[in-house]
């Protein structure tokens, strides 16, 4: 079999099955009622997430050394803060960018 036509079998197989396993759940769902512990505890999926995500990048140096990245860290802990008086995305983001721009230079981490 060519590579190409291998390619895009495998293509359309796992779209076939993504689409299959996100229908099965509308399917499912869509006539029963979710149980009140369950529906709970989907409320915290998308933060347990985004947390998930986010922490290995932000107390890890990208070059995987296994050191904290005390920088990037403290940038965080900045943007949690601006969060928290101004509970506004941007100045948040803003102001974590200029705090990690700040302290890398500060510890001459910037060629």
């Known amino acids: 079999m060519d590579t190409t036509l291998k390619l895009w079998a495998v293509i359309a197989i796992v779209g076939a099955l993504n689409y299959a396993s996100r229908l099965s759940f509308i399917a ?3 006539r029963r009622r979710v149980p009140v512990l369950l529906e709970r505890a989907f ?3 998308p ?3 985004l947390t998930a995500l986010v922490v290995p990048m932000v107390a ?4 995987a050394t296994g050191n904290a990245d005390v920088p990037r860290i403290l940038a965080a802990a900045i943007v949690r803060s601006v969060l928290r008086v101004w509970n506004a995305t941007t100045p948040a983001i803003a102001a974590g960018m200029v705090a990690l721009w700040l302290l890398q230079w500060a510890l ?3 060629g």
């Open 60 to 63: 890890f140096a990208p070059e």
């Open 43 to 45: 409320r915290y999926v």
């Open 47 to 49: 933060a347990a997430m």
């Open 108 to 110: 001459g981490r910037i």
């Open 28 to 30: 499912i769902f869509a």
